[in-house]
């Protein structure tokens, strides 16, 4: 079974400082994990994933994540917050390479703000 | 290429009734997964259908079910609807065709269907 949590439901930067989202996860086999954001009335667009690897992962408009295995973590960062950065994160974990690799588990979701 | 598509976008619904929602994959995508969103319970996994079979089915009541067709676009229904069923329904597609190692692609999701139980 997997599971994730996601630390602090809301995150607010200023534009241009460092964002970090937190997540941990728990898995029994290998794990896939992911980052995904959604924006109002939208849908979930991938920012990044790990699979296996090179455990620091580059994704979309400057986002990286990256895996640590003793700390069962993968929180992600970005050097710069930019006002089009606002909208909810979610971490999310499949289970590796079983059958059910494409049955995500999502975290409760972070909503970050970028204030000016 | 177009993106998933999810119809209707929006749904009215009173208790006690069903409703069936539509979910088109991107073209040449044979996997289809369904997931439910509400603030209470976040992003939930309903069931994956490929090739027209279910394969994985999350922990939800018999009132949801789920059916693909022939050319991959698929539905789910839910019947005797209750007002916690109130959710955004999203939809997602992948071309991956098995689960292995090497073979994970990315889920493309839709912009989902907003459903409202009255």
């Known amino acids: 079974a997997q599971s994730v949590t996601q630390l602090g439901s809301h995150v607010s930067v200023s534009e241009g400082a460092l964002v970090l989202l937190r997540c941990n996860y728990s898995?029994?086999?290998?794990?896939?994990l992911f980052w995904y954001v959604q924006y109002p009335n939208q849908g979930l667009q991938l920012l990044l994933k790990?699979?296996?690897?090179?455990?620091l992962v580059k994704g979309i408009n400057g986002f990286e994540a990256e895996f640590k295995k003793s700390e069962t973590s993968f929180h992600l960062t970005k050097p710069s917050a930019h006002m089009s950065d606002a909208a909810e994160y979610f971490c999310?974990?499949?289970?590796?390479?079983?059958?059910?690799?494409?049955?995500?588990?999502f975290g409760s979701g972070t909503q970050l703000t970028v204030l000016p | 290429k177009a993106g998933v598509t999810q119809t209707p976008r929006y749904l009215i619904k009173t208790r006690g009734q069903q409703v069936t929602l539509s979910c088109s994959p991107i073209?040449?995508?044979?996997?289809v997964s369904w997931y439910q969103q509400t603030p209470g319970q976040g992003l939930q996994f309903l069931f994956e259908?490929?090739?027209?079979?279910?394969?994985n089915k999350g922990n939800f009541p018999g009132r949801f079910s789920g059916r693909q067709f022939s050319n991959s676009r698929s539905e789910m229904n839910v019947s005797t609807l209750e007002l916690g069923d109130s959710a955004l329904y999203l939809c997602?597609?992948?071309?991956?065709?098995?689960?292995?190692?090497?073979?994970?692609?990315?889920?493309?999701f839709g912009p989902g269907t907003r459903l409202t139980v009255l």
């Open positions: 999310a974990v499949s289970a590796g390479s079983s059958g059910s690799a494409r049955q995500l588990t």
């Open positions: 997602a597609s992948t071309s991956s065709a098995s689960g292995g190692l090497s073979s994970y692609n990315e889920q493309f």
């Open positions: 073209s040449g995508h044979r996997s």
């Open positions: 790990y699979t296996t690897g090179a455990t």
């Open positions: 259908y490929f090739s027209e079979t279910q394969r």
């Open positions: 898995s029994s086999v290998p794990p896939y």
